[in-house]
């Protein structure tokens, strides 16, 4: 006879496949019963399947949000919140102030990734050595567009033209010009520049650091921080890291805590650099306010050591459905643990991960314009999934389920697949054979994961390196 499980009650704010991902930790809970409440951009169809009270909010606004917390406050133990958006906006701070849930991410003062400028700042006086070359150009400090040109050419003079040039605001990556994909004319950058500057913003010049990249995770009660797996996200939306910048098109986790073209010595700096960050804002004892996982930081391994590209304050999509797959702590109770402060021990399987993305055919101008009817056949790959069990996860992102019962890909990353596996090779076969197997006019890049495209960062790193 089965045990029953204790019921929970869980808010889920959801964007993208990751809110699939972290429901489907949560249903994999051996000791609770997790009642779903999603708070969603949009019809998901794999979150209206598992929620047991599903609302759309399309703009993620923290009052709406709130509004549904309230309507269901007596069932629901606490929150989860997958998306930038709604914790820079305050999500944790007005939901536990208003309804009394306690909600498992950032409050509004630790949402870093609010401003570029202060994670620059934070950087410097924790870790300066982390921090590339950067200056902000603050509104106040210059009189005249002269001016400010003036300080922005003695900067290209003193560290090179190859530099990246963002607004001071959170802009999910836009409005963010690099040298080489943007501008390769010193009257192009500032034509750039002075587009984000007389908008209003102040802007953050830094120069360009050579390396290799990894994503470093990890959840935080506010007394502890525990590391996750490095991973390493493909941002580029063609194979060979050829077209645009989109935002993960896919990632991958090897079998050990670093990356393959990484060693131990440069997995513990990443650690020691983030818990230098950690212990600047939790101060001399704990803070809870950091709950949640407050510092996804994107690491270029460099010739001189590791450099901080940037910090958000919640879980990387798609990096975290590379651990959640593979996390061995029972999620439900990991989530009270950091809201009690309890956070002690985390495990994840010794197993290599693969996530593909498959997005729309008009995503990242792989073609001009998509007039087909966008539908999507993921039975197929569902099968799949009850065939491989825990060695394929397929995860709905920017899908919608409609009145007519099909599913439909919307504007951004569709659907992806995690594919779990003993070698990289295994992981990157199942991640594909999930992705095969959905029928729709979508597409993917071939190579996460895939030897060549390793053994290319391992050769770039060796050559760095001398
Ligand atoms: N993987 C990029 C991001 O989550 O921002």
Not at 13 to 23: C, F, K, N, T
Not at 45 to 66: G, M, R, S
Not at 372 to 394: E, I, N, P
Request: overall charge negative; hydrophobic content about 35%; some cysteine.
């Amino acid at each position: 006879m089965t045990e029953e499980r204790e019921k929970v009650g869980v808010l889920l704010i959801s964007y993208g496949s990751r809110a699939a991902a972290l429901i489907d930790a949560l249903s994999r809970s051996a000791s609770y019963e997790a009642r779903l409440f999603v708070a969603d951009k949009q019809r998901n169809p794999f979150n209206v399947t598992h929620a047991e009270k599903h609302v759309v909010i399309p703009d993620l606004d923290v009052e709406k949000i709130c509004d549904f917390v309230e309507a269901n406050k007596s069932s629901i133990d606490f929150g989860i919140c997958g998306p930038e958006k709604p914790i820079i906006a305050g999500v944790r701070d007005v939901v536990e102030r208003k309804t009394g849930v306690p909600m498992i991410c950032p409050t509004k003062r630790y949402a870093i990734e609010g401003s570029k400028a202060s994670q620059r700042y934070l950087i410097e006086d924790c870790c300066a050595e982390a921090n590339p070359k950067f200056k902000v150009f603050h509104h106040a400090d210059y009189k005249s567009v002269s001016e400010v040109k003036e300080a922005l050419w003695a900067f290209l003079d003193n560290f090179g033209d190859e530099v990246a040039v963002k607004p001071d605001k959170p802009a999910a990556g836009k409005g963010v010009g690099v040298w080489g994909d943007h501008f390769t004319s010193r009257e192009h950058l500032f034509t750039h520049f002075r587009s984000i500057f007389e908008s209003g913003s102040d802007v953050i010049l830094e120069e360009r650091v050579e390396g290799e990249e990894s994503s470093f995770q990890a959840f935080c009660d506010g007394k502890r921080l525990l590391a996750l797996p490095d991973t390493r996200d493909y941002k580029r939306a063609f194979d060979s890291d050829l077209g645009p910048n989109t935002g993960g098109m896919g990632s991958y986790k090897d079998t050990a805590d670093w990356l393959p073209f990484i060693d131990e010595h440069d997995r513990e700096e990443e650690v020691l650099l983030v818990q230098k960050i950690f212990n600047k804002l939790r101060g001399n004892g704990s803070n809870d306010e950091l709950r949640g996982i407050p510092l996804y930081v994107a690491f270029m391994h460099t010739r001189e050591g590791a450099k901080i590209l940037e910090i958000n304050s919640r879980p990387g999509d798609p990096e975290i459905m590379n651990i959640l797959p593979v996390l061995e702590n029972d999620f439900v109770d990991l989530c009270f643990r950091m809201i009690e402060g309890t956070l002690s021990r985390l495990e994840c399987a010794k197993k290599a991960t693969v996530v593909t993305y498959a997005v729309p055919m008009d995503y990242g101008g792989y073609r001009k314009r998509d007039s087909g009817d966008r539908r999507v056949d993921l039975s197929a790959a569902y099968a799949l999934q009850d065939t491989y069990g825990d060695h394929l996860r397929v995860y709905p992102g920017s899908m919608e389920l409609r009145e007519d019962g099909n599913t439909y890909a919307l504007g951004s990353r569709a659907v992806c697949t995690v594919g779990v596996g003993e070698t990289m090779e295994e992981a990157r076969e199942l991640s594909l054979e999930g992705i095969r197997n959905i029928d729709g006019a979508l597409w993917n890049r071939w190579d996460v994961g895939a030897a060549h495209y390793i053994e290319r960062n391992i050769k770039k790193m060796r050559e760095l390196r001398g």
